[in-house]
Structures are given as C-alpha cells and as structure tokens.
Nanobody
Framework: QVQLVESGGGLVQPGGSLRLSCAAS???????MGWYRQAPGKERELVAT???????YLGNSVKGRFTISRNNAENTVYLQMNSLKPEDTAVYYC????????????WGQGTQVTVSS
C-alpha cells in the first residue's frame, strides 16, 4: 500500500500563495492523484486531480487560482494555491487512485491551510 505525506500548509493572508506537496512512498506514475480538503464542520471535498499523463481537473471554486502538477520521477504531487481566500481554509489531503477509481492509500493527517488576516 502506498503511503502519502502532505506538507506545505500554513497561515497566509488573503491574496497570498502556498505550495502544497504530497510525497509518496512508492511509484505513483500510473495513478490518478487527487487533492482534497475538509473545512471544519464540512465534508471532505475534491479540489483537483491529475492523471499519470498530466490531464488535470480543478473544482469550480479553485479554477483559475490553483494548479495541480506532478513529478513522477520524485513521486511527488503539488498543489500551487494563489489568490487564497478565507474560504480556502481547511485541512488538505492527497490520495492516489487507480483509473477505475479505487483509492490506494489511507487518509493521512493532511496539512492545515489557514487564510486569515
């Protein structure tokens, strides 16, 4: 089972930027990688996905502000977050999926992103 570790969160002012990283314990080249987030009192929601060949999906709430990318040689996925808003405050998680949609890893601890002045 692949293990994933998220990092890069922190406290940032509205309009600021952060870059999250998701490091995998093994090869992720053939997997769809996804970033999710969960705000207090809310369900976990999908933020972005990227396929093994680099096709991306971004949720409507982050489109135009966030970018997902991956480095298969380093088994790492990134989420570049620009123009952050208070409503982006959440714990951010990553995970890996087969093309059939099966989740490959347990949910980790995530990384906290807080957008506040």
């Amino acid at each position: 089972q692949v293990q994933l570790v998220e990092s890069g969160g922190g406290l940032v002012q509205p309009g600021g930027s952060l870059r999250l990283s998701c490091a995998a314990s093994g090869s992720i080249g053939s997997y769809v990688m996804g970033w999710y987030r969960q705000a207090p009192g809310k369900e976990r929601e999908l933020v972005a996905t990227i396929t093994g060949v680099g096709s991306t999906y971004l949720g409507n709430s982050v489109k135009g502000r966030f970018t997902i990318s991956r480095n298969n040689a380093e088994n790492t996925v990134y989420l570049q977050m620009n123009s952050l808003k208070p409503e982006d405050t959440a714990v951010y998680y990553c995970n890996a999926f087969t093309v059939a949609g099966s989740r490959l890893a347990s949910w980790g601890q995530g990384t906290q992103v807080t957008v506040s002045s």
